[in-house]
T-cell receptor, first 111, second 118 residues
Framework: DAKTTQPPSMDCAEGRAANLPCNHS???????VYWYRQIHSQGPQYIIH???NNETNEMASLIITEDRKSSTLILPHATLRDTAVYYC????????????FGPGTRLSVLP | NAGVTQTPKFRVLKTGQSMTLLCAQD?????MYWYRQDPGMGLRLIHY???????AKGEVPDGYNVSRLKKQNFLLGLESAAPSQTSVYFC?????????????????FGAGTRLSVL
C-alpha cells in the first residue's frame, strides 16, 4: 500500500469548514483513498473513500487531485463532536487484509 | 442493528493469566480482524480471518491465538498474559474484497476492549 503523510494536528473553529490534507505521492492506479476517524479511543469509524473522482456523502467530501498524489477531506460545518483523530489510508480494492493506520491528524474543533 | 460487538469492554489480568476476547458481527461479513492500539499510536493488526475455519497472522501475532468456528464470531486468546499486552483491542469486519463495489473493502469496528495486565 502507498505511504500517506498527514499533519499531526489541526485546529478548526466550530461551524467552519475543516480541511484535512493527505499526501500519497506513490499511489498506484488501482489504489483507493479511504478516510476513517477515531473519536476519543472509540473504534475507528469509516467516513468516505474514493478512487479519482471527488466524492460526497452525509458526513464529508473527499477531493482528490487530478494526479491523485494528494487529497483533502472536508467537513463542511465542523462541530465539537468532530474532534477526533483522522486517518487517511491508501490501499487496493482487492486487498482484503488490514488497513494500516498511521498516526493520523488530530483535529480539534474549538468553540 | 448491533454491527460489531466486543466483550468484555474492560478487563484487568495478572501476568500469566489467560483470557479470551469475543467479537461478534451481525452483518454477514466474511472477513474479520483483530487489532491492538497502544497509547498515542495507530492500530496494528494481530490476526485476521477470511472465512469460517480460517485464520492468518497479521503484523503482531506473537502471544495471541485466534479461532473462527462460526462466521459471525472471531475469538482472540491470550494464553499467558504479559504486561506488554496491555492495550486497547479492536475487532473489525468487512465483506470479502475483489470485484464489484469498493465498498466491500470498508471495515467496521467494534467499540474496543481495554485490557490491563499487571
Amino acid at each position: 500500500d502507498a505511504k500517506t503523510t498527514q499533519p499531526p494536528s489541526m485546529d478548526c473553529a466550530e461551524g467552519r469548514a475543516a480541511n484535512l490534507p493527505c499526501n500519497h505521492s506513490t499511489i498506484s492506479g488501482n489504489e483507493y483513498v479511504y478516510w476513517y476517524r477515531q473519536i476519543h479511543s472509540q473504534g475507528p469509524q469509516y467516513i468516505i473513500h474514493g478512487l479519482k473522482n471527488n466524492e460526497t456523502n452525509e458526513m464529508a467530501s473527499l477531493i482528490i487531485t487530478e494526479d491523485r498524489k494528494s487529497s483533502t477531506l472536508i467537513l463542511p460545518h465542523a462541530t465539537l463532536r468532530d474532534t477526533a483523530v483522522y486517518y487517511c489510508i491508501v490501499r487496493e480494492d482487492n486487498y482484503g487484509q488490514n488497513f494500516v493506520f498511521g498516526p493520523g491528524t488530530r483535529l480539534s474543533v474549538l468553540p | 442493528n448491533a454491527g460489531v460487538t466486543q466483550t468484555p469492554k474492560f478487563r484487568v489480568l495478572k501476568t500469566g493469566q489467560s483470557m479470551t476476547l469475543l467479537c461478534a458481527q451481525d452483518m454477514n461479513h466474511e472477513y474479520m480482524y483483530w487489532y491492538r492500539q497502544d497509547p498515542g499510536m495507530g492500530l496494528r493488526l494481530i490476526h485476521y480471518s477470511v472465512g469460517e475455519g480460517t485464520t492468518a497472522k497479521g503484523e503482531v501475532p506473537d502471544g495471541y491465538n485466534v479461532s473462527r468456528l462460526k462466521k459471525q464470531n472471531f475469538l482472540l486468546g491470550l494464553e499467558s498474559a504479559a504486561p506488554s499486552q496491555t492495550s486497547v483491542y479492536f475487532c473489525a469486519s468487512s465483506h470479502s474484497p475483489g470485484t464489484g463495489s469498493s465498498a466491500k473493502n470498508i471495515q467496521y469496528f467494534g467499540a474496543g476492549t481495554r485490557l490491563s495486565v499487571l
